[in-house]
């Protein structure tokens, strides 16, 4: 299995900062890795896939990026709507057994 | 647009089947490249897949549920179905139906770009 490991956990930050959150994986992925903010009682949305690729819609506050196992997401000027949680979602494995992050719950400082 | 809407029992006995419909309006279940899956959450928890289904009835599961899931498709109704045996409260958590769409860029890319609502399914005698 592939093993997905986000950090931090939790993280407090105010509007208008620069804010990242991190997943390495377990192995390498290529860049076959998604991004999802998901607010309370809310579905998952999807934000980034292939690992810098922003989904349709997204704001372009909202990147990504890829270094070997370590994958990054980068909320460029964090803005009131942003506090959530976001998830990592790797699509590499064959046959497909998906598997998300543990979660980074964004709150405001 | 094309929206995702599961139904089903809300409260399943333990050692019970509980059984999720996702019905997709708005588009045809059959039209495009898409997989349909299933992806579950228990409270307060991370998101775990469930598996997934092509329109010709080709499916993959989460080898951790293997045994005890099915995934099917009607298209005559727009529907799948998933169909979890011999639950446990283990099996608690709000069950989420997605569409699994793709984009060629130098490989196929896949993700989950549209979720219904998700509903919460207890299982508790």
């Known amino acids: 299995d592939i093993q997905l490991t986000q950090s931090p956990s939790s993280l407090s930050a105010s509007v208008g900062d620069r804010v990242t959150i991190t997943c390495r994986a377990s192995?390498?992925?290529?860049?076959?890795l998604n991004w999802y903010q998901q607010k309370p009682g809310k579905a998952p949305k999807l934000l980034i896939y292939?690992?810098?690729r922003l989904q349709s819609g997204v704001p372009s506050r909202f990147s990504g990026s890829a270094s070997g196992t370590d994958f990054t997401l980068t909320i460029s000027s964090l803005q009131p709507e942003d506090f959530a949680t976001y998830y990592c979602?790797?699509?590499?494995?064959?046959?497909?057994?998906?598997?998300f992050g543990q979660g980074t719950k964004l709150e405001i400082k | 647009q094309v929206q995702l809407q599961e139904s089903g029992p809300g409260l399943v006995k333990p050692s019970q089947t509980l059984s999720l419909t996702c019905t997709v309006s708005g588009g045809s279940i059959s039209s495009g490249s898409y997989y349909w899956s299933w992806i579950r959450q228990p409270a307060g928890k991370g998101l775990e897949w469930i598996g997934r289904i092509y329109t010709s009835g080709s499916t993959n599961y989460n080898p951790s549920l293997k045994s005890r899931v099915t995934i099917s498709v009607d298209t005559s109704k727009n529907q799948f179905s998933l169909k979890l045996s011999s639950v446990t409260a283990a099996d608690t958590a709000v069950y989420y139906c997605?569409?699994?769409?793709?984009?060629?860029?130098?490989?196929?890319?896949?993700?989950?770009?549209?979720w219904g609502r998700g509903t919460l399914v207890t299982v508790s005698s």
């Open positions: 192995q390498s992925i290529s860049s076959y």
């Open positions: 292939a690992a810098a």
């Open positions: 997605a569409r699994g769409g793709s984009q060629l860029l130098d490989l196929v890319y896949w993700y989950f770009d549209l």
């Open positions: 979602q790797q699509s590499y494995s064959t046959p497909p057994a998906y598997t």
